[in-house]
C-alpha cells in the first residue's frame, strides 16, 4: 500500500522539479543577460544625451559597448570588465577585458566605452 502512494508522489514532484530544471539558466547565460542588459542602459543613456548617434550606429558595421572598472592602489593599477560586440548583422560577440599597469596613483574608475566600427574605404 505505502509503496502505490509513494510513485504518484515521487512523479508529482518530478514534475514540479523538470521545469525548472530545464529552463534554468546556465552561469553563462546570466552573463550574457547581464551583459545585454548593460548595453541596453549604455545606449538609451547615449541616445538621450545625443540622439544622433542612434542613425551612425544603425548605419555602422559594427559597435561593441563595454563597461570597466579600475583599481588604483598607490604603485599598481588593474581593470577588468566585459562587454559585446554586434556586426551589422546583428551577431553578437560577447568579451572579457583586463588590464595591469605600473604607475603612482590612487582611485577608482567606473566607466562604459561605446566604439562605432565604418568601414574606411566606403
Do not use: C, W
Not at 2 to 7: E, G, P
Not at 30 to 48: G, H, I, N, P, S
Request: proline fraction near 2%; avoid cysteine; glycine fraction near 10%.
Amino acid at each position: 500500500m505505502m509503496l502505490k502512494l509513494r510513485l504518484p508522489l515521487f512523479l508529482a514532484i518530478g514534475l514540479l522539479v523538470a521545469p525548472g530544471v530545464v529552463f534554468a539558466k546556465t552561469k553563462a547565460e546570466k552573463k550574457r543577460d547581464k551583459m545585454m542588459q548593460m548595453r541596453a542602459k549604455v545606449l538609451e543613456t547615449l541616445y538621450e544625451q545625443s540622439p544622433r548617434y542612434k542613425k551612425t550606429i544603425r548605419n555602422a558595421e559594427g559597435y561593441a559597448v563595454f563597461s570597466n572598472i579600475g583599481v588604483n592602489l598607490i604603485f599598481a593599477s588593474f581593470a577588468g570588465g566585459a562587454g559585446v560586440v554586434e556586426d551589422d548583422r546583428g551577431k553578437r560577440t560577447f568579451m572579457k577585458m583586463g588590464s595591469a599597469g605600473l604607475g603612482l596613483g590612487l582611485g577608482v574608475k567606473d566607466f562604459r566605452a561605446i566604439f562605432i566600427f565604418h568601414d574606411a574605404k566606403k
